[in-house]
C-alpha cells in the first residue's frame, strides 16, 4: 500500500540520515517537514539552518520552522495530513498536534524501547557499552517516548564494531532505523499491525548533554574513559584540565584507543594552541 502525504518532524543529522535513506532506497520522502528555527552557532554565533533544513532545501520540499507548534497558522497548514513522522525533533510536541493526522503520529527512537527514553539515547548505548542496542517505532502519545510500540529491530554491529564513535552509531542506527519504518508503513497504513503497550515498570531514562559531561578524570577505569570518547566525540568532546603557570587549562582529547585494557591518549588540543601528539603536550 502506497504511503500517503505526510508531514516529517525533525531536526538533527540522524533524522537526516533517515530520510536520505528512505528517499534513495525507499522512494519515501515527506510532502512536508517541520524542523527547529536557525539558531546562532559557534563562537561567531553565526545564524545556522539545522541540518535537515538544508536537506530539505536540496530535495526541494517545503518547511515549516515554527518556535511554538500551537500556532494557528501552523496548525491550518498541517491539518490536512494523515499522518505525521518524528524523528530526533528536539522538541515536545502537544498532544492538540499528535491528534490532528487519523494515522496518527509516529515516533523513530533509537534505542530498545522502554529502555534509553528521552533525549540522549545513543550516547547512553555507547556509555554502558550496551550489549543489546537497536531501534523502535512507537505511537505518540504526550508524555516522553511513553506510546505503544508499533516495531523494533535489534541492531547488530559487525565483530568489534561496537563500541564506536557516536556518529558511526548514529548512522548505522539511522540507516536501520529508515529500514524498520519502510517495512512498517504499508502494514500501519492498511491497520494490519497492532502497537504494543510498553512495559513502563522497565523504563530507563537519558538527559539533555551539556557541555561540562564531557570531563574526563584520567585516573578513572581506562574502559569507562574511553567510552566517554566515544559517545562525546562529536559532542561536547572528552576534555581534560591541567594546571600550566598557575592557571588551570583545558585539553580537549581528539584522537584516543583503546588497547591492552588501557585508555591510550593519541592526540589533543591545548587551550589556546593547535593540536598536537599527547606525547608532546606531556613534555
Known sequence: MKTPPFVFFGTSRFSVILL??????????????????????????????????????????????????????????????????????????????????????????????PSYRGASPIQNQILNNESQ?????????????????????????????????????EEKLAEESASLLAEVLPKWVSKSINPKEQDHEKATFTKIIEKPDGEINLEDEPLKNYLKYLAYHEWPKTFFFFEHEDKKLRAVITEAVFEDGQFIIKKVIPEGKKETDYKNFLK
Open 20 to 113: 536520505e535513506e528512505l528517499k534513495d532506497k525507499f522512494n519515501i520522502t515527506p510532502t512536508l517537514i517541520v524542523t527547529a528555527p536557525d539558531r546562532p552557532v559557534g563562537r561567531k554565533q553565526i545564524i545556522t539552518p539545522p541540518p535537515v533544513k538544508e536537506w530539505a532545501i536540496e530535495n526541494d520540499i517545503d518547511t515549516f520552522q515554527p518556535e511554538k507548534l500551537k500556532d494557528e497558522f501552523f496548525l491550518e497548514e498541517i491539518k490536512e495530513y494523515e499522518l505525521f513522522i518524528v524523528a530526533s525533533y528536539g522538541k515536545i510536541i502537544p498532544q492538540i498536534v499528535l491528534d490532528l493526522p487519523k494515522l496518527g503520529t509516529i515516533n523513530v527512537h533509537p534505542s530498545l524501547l
Open 133 to 169: 542496542v537497536g531501534t523502535t517505532i512507537m505511537l505518540m502519545d504526550a508524555q516522553m517516548d511513553h506510546g505503544p510500540i508499533i516495531s523494533q529491530k535489534k541492531v547488530v554491529f559487525d565483530e568489534g564494531k561496537f563500541p564506536a564513535s557516536y556518529s558511526d552509531v
